[in-house]
């Protein structure tokens, strides 16, 4: 969590304990306290889907392997004054962390890239909203063409799940046309 708001909307959701890292800025301090509950319990990173949220998981990621990720879709982390956690209601909040896949540090290259291109992920007109909508129905957090590509794998997504989505997004879309 990055704050005390983020906090207050997580523990409305469900019973936890919460580390909050404050801002962007993760310390050295905020490393060991994550380091110490994975060790002892394991560890949901749970953050704002927004960049600072993504830098901060990012750093977590790579100082702490093995830590499960949990993601907030974006049209359910709007507030007046932004996206966050603490804009949530508990049934997001609480569906997102049931939601949590682990990530083990190695990518497993289930989707291939020219796959990944040829279902318009990145550089066309729409690929931002596919991503969208996509990491919604997959339940990995939206981030740009390359971070979400490495991110299917990181998170191993079979590419069953990811054709499965994907289909379901094409559906949506003709849907909406026709």
């Known amino acids: 969590m ?3 708001n983020d906090t207050v909307a997580v523990l409305k959701a469900v019973e936890a304990d919460t580390l909050e890292t404050r801002g962007s800025a993760v310390g050295s301090d905020v490393i060991a306290a994550v380091k110490r509950a ?9 953050t704002d889907p927004d960049g600072a949220g993504e830098r901060i998981r990012r750093i977590i990621s790579q100082e ?8 907030l879709p974006r049209n359910e982390a709007r507030g007046d004054k932004g996206l966050g956690v603490e804009h949530a209601t508990p049934e997001a909040i609480q569906s997102a962390l049931s939601d949590a896949r682990t990530e083990d540090g190695t990518e497993v290259p289930s989707i291939s890239w020219e796959t990944y291109l ?9 690929a931002s909203k596919m991503r969208e909508r996509l990491a919604e129905m997959l339940g990995i957090g ?16 079979t590419r069953e ?15 909406t046309r026709g």
């Open 2 to 4: 990055e704050g005390k």
């Open 38 to 46: 994975q060790e002892r319990r394991g560890v949901i990173i749970f």
């Open 64 to 71: 702490v392997p093995g830590c499960r990720q949990a993601f």
């Open 118 to 126: 040829k279902a318009g992920l990145v550089g066309g007109k729409g």
């Open 142 to 157: 939206y981030a740009n063409g390359k971070q979400f590509y490495k991110r299917l794998h990181l998170l191993r997504i």
């Open 161 to 175: 799940e990811f054709e499965e989505a994907l289909s379901r997004v094409e559906e949506e879309r003709e849907e």
